[in-house]
């Protein structure tokens, strides 16, 4: 049994991965079988071998059974000390310019956004882009009346509170 520090490409995330040979590691990882238990990604790489390796005596290793993390409480991604690409940077500053293009015509309604989407939907009110907040429910809710919400990939600050 070999025990090999993980670490995520996409995050950072640290785990540990337990492998019948270093060989087994090279089989797992180049049939793409190795994901990262905090957020999934598959872009996993070796960082160093855990220091207890090859541990003689009676004291049982303890596992971390990376598959059961990811059940728990749901965690942002996210990262320091890590350089950011260049390229990271530019595709970040493409998407705000993409949202804002996109927002450019549609009204902000902040949390009234489930309430205006029903009254546009239901004809209620004039046709036209909106964007504001909504729970998770509400997107749900929404959904299920056939009312389509689109997760805005930047947050979006509220017109109120630009200076
Ligand atoms: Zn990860």
Known sequence: ??????????????????????????????????DCPVCGSKNITKAAMAPNLGRKGNQAPV?????????????EPVTSKVPVPAEYKELIGKLAKAQAKMLANSEWVGDRFAARARDIHYGDADEKPIHGTASQEEVADLAEEGIAALPLPLPVLPPESKN
Do not use: V
């Not at 049994?1 to 090279?26: K, T, V």
């Not at 596992?63 to 965690?75: I, L, Q, V």
């Open 1 to 34: 049994m070999i025990i090999f520090d993980l670490i995520c490409l996409d995050a950072n995330h640290r785990f540990e991965g337990w492998f019948g040979s270093s060989q087994d590691y090279a089989d797992q990882h180049d049939r793409g079988l190795l």
């Open 63 to 75: 596992s971390t059974k990376p598959t059961e993390a990811g059940n728990g409480p749901h965690a």
